[in-house]
T-cell receptor
Framework: RKEVEQDPGPFNVPEGATVAFNCTYS??????FFWYRQDCRKEPKLLMS???SGNEDGRFTAQLNRASQYISLLIRDSKLSDSATYLC??????????????FGKGTHLIIQP | GAGVSQSPSNKVTEKGKDVELRCDPI?????LYWYRQSLGQGLEFLIY????????KSGLPSDRFSAERTGGSVSTLTIQRTQQEDSAVYLC?????????????FGPGTRLTVL
């Protein structure tokens, strides 16, 4: 099983729709989870941390399911500017280095007008 | 305030040459990280600095790769005798301190092309 696994997509979604995607992780002891956003040919930027109770930031909702070892990101009322690659980041995995942060390969989201 | 800066933004070199990449972290950030990202791939961890020391060099792909950080600030990543497979975007990130919960802030990267 890959340490951090994401569906690479692309997810093609009409503007205004709701889209959700998941990320699975291998270490049940992981404690810290993040979603980063990466635009084409740009650096990754933190979108939001993921807390145990779930958290919301505007149109974005992140949830953690420890039992099934996945985190999710839901985007409501999607905008054209949401088009990007969304990276799942988890700590406590082998070989993650840098205090154990491991980045997934990302899910590519395309919002269509 | 100023973010993480990296130079050069683009570097084209010939196979076998040495290259030096520079990272200037956010002022006051003690932790500094180097990653590389090949086209269409995820981030590959290379090395991590806490202050001037490098507690984790596990990601360096070969002994041609080295990095140093002086004065707890600027870091340089050196690749000797470059190979075509070294072509990638090299990203630097910094955070206020070490620890998994600390957000990493990324620089714009250096795009390295080895001909």
């Amino acid at each position: 099983r890959k340490e951090v696994e994401q569906d690479p997509g692309p997810f093609n979604v009409p503007e205004g729709a709701t889209v959700a995607f998941n990320c699975t992780y291998s270490n049940s002891a992981s404690q810290s989870f993040f979603w980063y956003r990466q635009d084409c040919r740009k650096e990754p930027k933190l979108l939001m941390s993921v807390y145990s109770s779930g958290n919301e930031d505007g149109r974005f909702t992140a949830q953690l399911n420890r039992a099934s070892q996945y985190i999710s990101l839901l985007i409501r009322d999607s905008k054209l500017s949401d088009s990007a690659t969304y990276l799942c980041v988890v700590n406590g995995l082998s070989g993650g280095g840098a205090d154990g942060l491991t980045f997934g390969k990302g899910t590519h989201l395309i919002i269509q007008p | 305030g100023a973010g993480v800066s990296q130079s050069p933004s683009n570097k084209v070199t010939e196979k076998g040459k040495d290259v030096e990449l520079r990272c200037d972290p956010i002022s006051g950030h003690t932790a500094l990280y180097w990653y590389r990202q090949s086209l269409g791939q995820g981030l590959e961890f290379l090395i991590y600095f806490q202050g001037n020391s490098a507690p984790d060099k596990s990601g360096l792909p070969s002994d041609r790769f080295s990095a140093e950080r002086t004065g707890g600030s600027v870091s340089t990543l050196t690749i000797q005798r470059t190979q075509q497979e070294d072509s990638a975007v090299y990203l630097c990130a910094s955070s206020p301190s070490s620890g998994e919960a600390n957000t990493q802030y990324f620089g714009p990267g250096t795009r390295l092309t080895v001909l």
